[in-house]
T-cell receptor, first 115, second 111 residues
Framework: DAGVIQSPRHEVTEMGQEVTLRCKPISGHDYLFWYRQTMMRGLELLIYFNNNVPIDDSGMPEDRFSAKMPNASFSTLKIQPSEPRDSAVYFCASSLVTGHQETQYFGPGTRLLVL | RKEVEQDPGPFNVPEGATVAFNCTYS??????FFWYRQDCRKEPKLLMSVYSSGNEDGRFTAQLNRASQYISLLIRDSKLSDSATYLCVSRNTGTASKLTFGTGTRLQVTL
């Protein structure tokens, strides 16, 4: 089975540019999460969706960040304009809740460097 | 104060040693707990869930103390392949699926 797929795996861009990160969740999963990981702050939840609907975006740092999930198999996280402090690894994860059981499966991440 | 706190380490232990990691959580509404493992430059992966009664999976044992808001992970007979960062994770009542991660404890097992 294919796991969570993210693209690109690496992105280097200049300050002020728009960055779009993409995610394909595991087929059949009904939750999708976007996380950001830095050395200083660890792994932080930015936003998550349930059945393509955003449930909690309280972790989105500011208006420069936006996320969409147009269908069950695709999501994007956009940063516009990007800033050096956005440099981090961005992970997408998906899960399927069945009863009390749930495991989040993470994608390989996108390493973003904003110069 | 972070909601989930861990000693960042690193813990350097020889192969075959037993090592324990601790984690504390501040939100009394936290209901479920997990340990995730993250290898260098890789994604986190679920290692094990933590149950109130304690649970064991091979060389790994997880314990939960709700009174002290404390979680532990014990690794017996450490292997070189256990070298990784171990993330303590909580999930709160009423926030289905929203996980809160600690910053992780780094383990280095040496020959």
């Amino acid at each position: 089975d294919a796991g969570v797929i993210q693209s690109p795996r690496h992105e280097v861009t200049e300050m002020g540019q728009e960055v779009t990160l993409r995610c394909k969740p595991i087929s059949g999963h009904d939750y999708l999460f976007w996380y950001r990981q830095t050395m200083m702050r660890g792994l932080e939840l930015l936003i998550y969706f349930n059945n393509n609907v955003p449930i909690d975006d309280s972790g989105m740092p500011e208006d420069r960040f936006s996320a969409k999930m147009p269908n069950a198999s695709f999501s994007t996280l956009k940063i516009q304009p990007s800033e050096p402090r956005d440099s981090a690894v961005y992970f997408c994860a998906s899960s399927l809740v069945t009863g009390h059981q749930e495991t989040q499966y993470f994608g390989p991440g996108t390493r973003l460097l904003v110069l | 104060r972070k909601e989930v706190e861990q000693d960042p380490g690193p813990f350097n232990v020889p192969e075959g040693a037993t090592v324990a990691f601790n984690c504390t959580y501040s939100n009394s509404a936290s209901q479920s707990f997990f340990w995730y493992r993250q290898d260098c430059r890789k994604e986190p992966k679920l290692l094990m869930s933590v149950y109130s009664s304690g649970n064991e999976d091979g060389r790994f044992t997880a314990q939960l103390n709700r009174a002290s808001q404390y979680i532990s992970l014990l690794i017996r007979d450490s292997k070189l392949s256990d070298s990784a960062t171990y993330l303590c994770v909580s999930r709160n009542t009423g926030t289905a699926s929203k996980l809160t991660f600690g910053t992780g404890t780094r383990l280095q097992v040496t020959l």
